[in-house]
């Protein structure tokens, strides 16, 4: 099977800067896109950040200039480097990753459990 394990949330002050990483472990033959989302209390998930396998990135309007995403494909590695954070910015950050198993010929999607980040105002 596959896993997706975030890791680096926590509590901040406004301003300043936090970095979430995601391991994707198990049966993995390739990733494909990798992406971050965010649910807010009361809110619909929102994609925050994609990063192809070719490193092509895409962000939400709301954290351009602020967060940039990175992988590192060896490792099947994705962090989210968040700066300049805002109070608005509070949510649970889930990773999200494309990829193809061993042995399965079609891709498919996993998540992880999330990651909660809080920002102080």
């Known amino acids: 099977q596959v896993q997706l394990v975030e890791s680096g949330g926590g509590l901040v002050q406004a301003g300043g800067s936090l970095r979430l990483s995601c391991v994707a472990s198990?049966?993995?033959?390739?990733?494909?896109?990798m992406a971050w989302h965010r649910q807010a209390p009361g809110e619909q998930r929102e994609l925050v950040a994609t990063?192809?396998?070719?490193?092509?990135?895409n962000y939400a309007d709301s954290v351009k200039g602020r967060f940039s995403i990175s992988r590192d494909n060896a490792k099947n590695t994705v962090l989210l480097q968040m700066n300049s954070l805002k109070p608005e910015d509070t949510a649970v950050y889930y990773c999200?990753?494309?990829?193809?198993?061993?042995?399965?010929?079609?891709?498919?999607?996993?998540w992880g459990q999330g990651t909660q980040v809080t920002v102080s105002s």
């Open positions: 999200n990753a494309a990829l193809l198993r061993v042995g399965v010929f079609r891709i498919e999607s996993y």
């Open positions: 198990g049966t993995i033959s390739s990733i494909r896109t």
């Open positions: 990063i192809t396998s070719g490193g092509s990135t």
